[in-house]
């Protein structure tokens, strides 16, 4: 059975030295999470991913959820008592409000909690997931009395949320969604219609369920313009504001699926289910945003949480298989073979999930502290430029840390030989569990398109140009030290790659807009590179200094080491993607679809 262990050092060097957290002090929430406070919070976050959740993740695969006949769902042995613990331990609401039961602590902790979460048991975890996502468009969007009726319960975790988009006939282009609301005298709506594919829609974990919907008011327009927000719960709230009567809604059929068994994945019919609107009338795909973009990010931190386990499975036997001389003679001399972590192929594999994953690791905690400047600070400018790089940098986590991450399961499996292809050691879970993070929450090819038609123009490409300035910055102020050379001198090359890019675009996309969509994919990993490059900078940076300072000498210097080989193994890459780029769309578009 595979195992897990939370990288707490890990992510303690990069709070501490390399983002230097403590800068944050001033914003609400900060003041409470000293480096002690910090630290423990982490140690005990990782002990819970790490004993109570990671020896679930195979139990989950494998009993999966079962739907009965009265519609109810039972999660896997064992999630019923996980999630109980999860929420008398106050996890769920670790940075929600207080003014909602919340504890208020900085996002970027929960951010770290969702990778150690993943890693251990991505299944399970998304369920409180996707009540946080739930929680953040009610707040953001909802009126008080449905604030005050459903956030305390869901920041407590008694009740959980869902997100409703997806229907039969339509998945990305939400244009089309049928789902109909008819408005009642009382202010409320009948909600009527079909979805599909709703993660965690039924389940046993919680005492209600808190649906947000995404359907059409009687008469609205047609298209994205007419779609609005409901919230619809399972049971409507009682005067007590418990969970009373019954809702006209209930789950059809739980889907039969390649991995993450252990979440209901459910058809989800409306009856005439009574709901409220959140939000503005037909403004709806606008609130439900607050949700995507949030549950995006987590998206992200899946894919980093499924590469950090299925390393560091990988790692632990690549030291145990012997098979084979290290080229350069036996390191295992009184074995009938080496272990094949001499081997450099299998270094290959390893050092490029490492590479990858310390410095997505590095990204998501970066843009994370960026959402707590965004929903804490009071200084206007602050909260725009982190608004900026949230909003340019979310497709390009979404896309990138999920199609790396999914590659890196596929590496780690390999380390195994034959038996990454057998059930028992878990590798063949890993690759299933991490296939979806690709595909929900808008397909990552949506994700490219979403960053090159939307966020590269967006405000004149305001935000796109503070991320060059900033890489370009870093760059000038080390260019006469030396020995952040092997670093900034890829990193450089990298950006002129992208700015390359960016230019193409602006003069070829315009007048032939398949140069764009030709493009996307590339252009995201391309960024994905030099997101990633520049962390693995900041990293090398901070090791550094840390070094000078009399630091954990082993620890700082693979820091570099790894960094290094990200920038020479990794980082040429981008010349490729480069190239792809300024090909266009041509050869692509040339066949008529019946050629095919
Ligand atoms: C396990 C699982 C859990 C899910 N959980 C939820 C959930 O909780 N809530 C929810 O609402 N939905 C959920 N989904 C649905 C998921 O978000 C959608 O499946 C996904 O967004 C893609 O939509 P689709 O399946 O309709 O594919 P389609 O929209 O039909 O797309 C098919 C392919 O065409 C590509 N494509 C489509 N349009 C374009 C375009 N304009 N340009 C370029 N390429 C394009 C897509 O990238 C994709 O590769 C879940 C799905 C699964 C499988």
């Not at 050092?351 to 994370?368: G, H, K, P, T």
């Not at 896309?399 to 991450?405: C, E, I, P, R």
């Amino acid at each position: 059975m595979p195992s897990y262990e939370a990288p707490v050092e890990d992510v303690l060097f990069l709070l501490n030295d390399v983002l230097k957290v403590e800068k944050y002090g001033n914003l609400p929430g900060f003041s409470d999470a000293s480096p002690d406070v910090l630290s423990a919070i982490l140690e005990e976050g990782g002990k819970l991913a790490a004993e109570t959740l990671a020896p679930l993740n195979v139990i989950g695969d494998r009993q999966g959820c079962k739907r009965h006949d009265d519609g109810s769902v039972t999660t896997p042995e064992g999630f019923k008592d996980a999630y109980l613990t999860y929420k008398e331990g106050g996890w769920i609401g670790l940075s929600l409000p207080p003014q909602y039961g919340g504890q208020g602590l900085p996002g970027v902790v929960n951010t770290i909690m969702q990778e150690f979460i993943s890693s251990a048991n991505l299944a399970w975890g998304m369920y409180p997931g996707l009540s946080q996502g739930a929680f953040a468009a009610l707040y953001t969007h909802a009126n008080d009395e449905i604030k005050q009726a459903y956030l305390p319960k869901m920041a407590e975790g008694a009740w959980s949320g869902t997100m409703n988009l997806t229907e039969p006939h339509c998945g990305t282009d939400l244009g089309l969604l049928r789902t109909k609301a008819v408005p009642q005298k009382d202010g409320s709506y009948k909600i009527t219609g079909q979805k599909i594919f709703i993660s965690a829609g039924e389940h046993d974990l919680t005492d209600n369920i808190v649906h947000l919907v995404l359907a059409r008011i009687e008469g609205a327009p047609e298209g994205t313009k007419g779609i609005s927000l409901f919230v619809v719960p399972k049971f409507l709230p009682d005067a007590a504001g418990e969970a009373g009567e019954r809702n006209a809604l209930s789950c059809g059929k739980i889907e039969e699926k390649m991995g993450i068994h252990g979440n209901a994945t459910c058809v989800m019919n409306y009856d005439g289910a009574t709901g409220w609107l959140v939000g503005e009338e037909n403004r709806g795909l606008n609130a439900m945003f607050v949700m995507m973009n949030e549950a995006r990010l987590a998206v992200g931190v899946q894919g980093l949480g499924m590469s950090v386990v299925a390393y560091q499975n990988a790692v632990t036997y690549a030291r145990e298989r012997l098979q084979g001389r290290a080229l350069t003679g036996p390191k295992n001399p009184d074995g009938k073979a080496d272990p094949i972590i001499v081997h450099p192929d299998v270094r290959r594999m390893l050092m490029q999930m490492r590479a990858f994953n310390e410095a997505a690791r590095a990204l998501i905690l970066w843009v994370s502290l960026k959402a707590d400047v965004l929903h804490r600070s009071d200084d206007e400018k602050a909260r725009e430029e982190a608004d900026d790089m949230l909003g340019l940098l979310t497709p390009v986590i979404k896309g990138v840390l999920t199609d790396v991450g999914f590659a890196n399961t596929v590496n780690a499996q390999q380390i195994y030989g034959g038996h990454g292809y057998i059930g028992e050691w878990g590798m063949e879970q890993f690759v299933r569990d991490a296939r979806i993070a690709m595909i929900y929450e808008g397909a990552n090819g949506i994700q490219a398109l979403d960053l090159v038609g939307r966020k590269l123009g967006r405000d004149g490409g305001r935000a796109i140009m503070a991320f060059f300035q900033e890489v370009g910055a870093f760059v000038a102020a080390n260019k006469d030290n030396e020995a952040m050379a092997p670093y900034t001198r890829p990193l450089k090359q990298g950006a002129d790659d992208l700015q390359a890019a960016t230019m193409w675009f602006m003069q070829n996309a315009m007048k032939k807009p398949d140069n764009a969509g030709a493009g996307s994919t590339d252009y995201m990993h391309l960024f994905g590179l030099v997101v990633l490059g520049y962390m693995w900078a900041l990293m090398a940076q901070a090791a550094q200094q840390g070094l000078a300072a009399g630091g954990n000498k082993a620890f700082l210097e693979a820091k570099l080491t790894t960094g290094r080989f990200f920038m020479e193994r990794l980082m040429p890459e981008t010349a490729a993607h480069l190239a792809r780029i300024q090909t266009g769309a041509d050869s692509m578009m040339a066949l008529p679809a019946d050629a095919f």
